[in-house]
């Protein structure tokens, strides 16, 4: 079967909008995992004070969701919802609004629209996108990971700002810009692996006919002819 056809590029105004309301969406549904992922990575195992082994309080990710349910209320499963929300609109947006005005540039550089040019065009939009958005990933864990220190989020930037100063908002830059690295990588790779037509089942901005670095399509679909 052939691949449906596609249109124009969305322009990039609409492309933001669009991408920053999907991710938020998808947030919020998912930021109890996410609490969960945070917990449970932060949690020290071994032994206590005294030599006895301490057993941990966080146990897998339902066991994980449960606890701070029942010890924190519901509600504490979408604690840091304001950071995650500037995160994907600001990360979101920007990613897959600045991608096909890149992606234009990169084919120039390159020569052609091919697997080359489509990862350079990620990896400028990924890195462009982490170190606007960073400040806003790490106000996010920190309301996590320590309830009732931060009292807003706004409250949270101006904390770390005043107390460890405006560098401290971009921690943990450079392992998300790698992590994007190879995640853009990898799907890049993948797509010319598995649908090196631009099959049915791949489409360049996450929605047929629109913009934005590749992602699979979840719906199953044909392999390409």
């Given amino acids: 079967m052939s691949p449906p056809p596609s249109g124009p590029p969305l322009p990039f105004a609409k492309g933001f909008a669009a991408s920053a309301l999907a991710a938020c969406g998808a947030e919020a549904l998912t930021l109890p995992l996410d609490m969960a992922k945070v917990r449970l990575q ?6 206590a004070v005294g030599g ?3 057993a941990p309080k ?8 449960a606890t701070v349910a029942r010890e924190e209320g519901p509600a504490a499963l979408w604690r840091g919802l304001v950071p995650a929300l500037h995160r994907q609109v600001v ?11 890149v992606k234009g540039y990169t084919n120039t550089l390159f020569g052609g629209e091919g697997l080359a040019s489509k990862v350079a065009a990620g990896l400028a939009t990924g890195a462009a ?22 009292g807003s989020a706004l409250g949270a930037y101006a904390t770390i700002v005043r107390t460890e100063g405006v560098r401290a908002l971009w921690t943990g ?10 995640r853009v990588w990898c799907l890049s790779v993948s797509r010319e692996g ?5 099959g049915a089942g791949w489409v360049e ?4 006919g629109g913009s934005g670095p590749p992602s699979f399509h979840t719906t199953p679909t044909p392999s390409p002819p």
């Fill in 42 to 47: 932060l949690q020290q195992t071994g032994s």
């Fill in 52 to 54: 006895a082994a301490s």
């Fill in 58 to 65: 966080y146990r897998g990710l339902l066991g994980t969701v």
């Fill in 91 to 101: 990360y979101g947006g920007l990613r897959i609004g600045l991608y096909e005005p």
């Fill in 129 to 150: 996108a982490i170190a606007v958005a960073s400040p806003t990933d790490l106000v996010k864990v920190r309301m996590q990971a320590q309830p009732g220190r931060y």
């Fill in 173 to 182: 830059l450079g392992p998300n810009v790698g992590r994007n690295a190879v």
């Fill in 194 to 198: 598995f649908f090196p037509q631009g």
């Fill in 205 to 208: 901005g996450g929605e047929e």
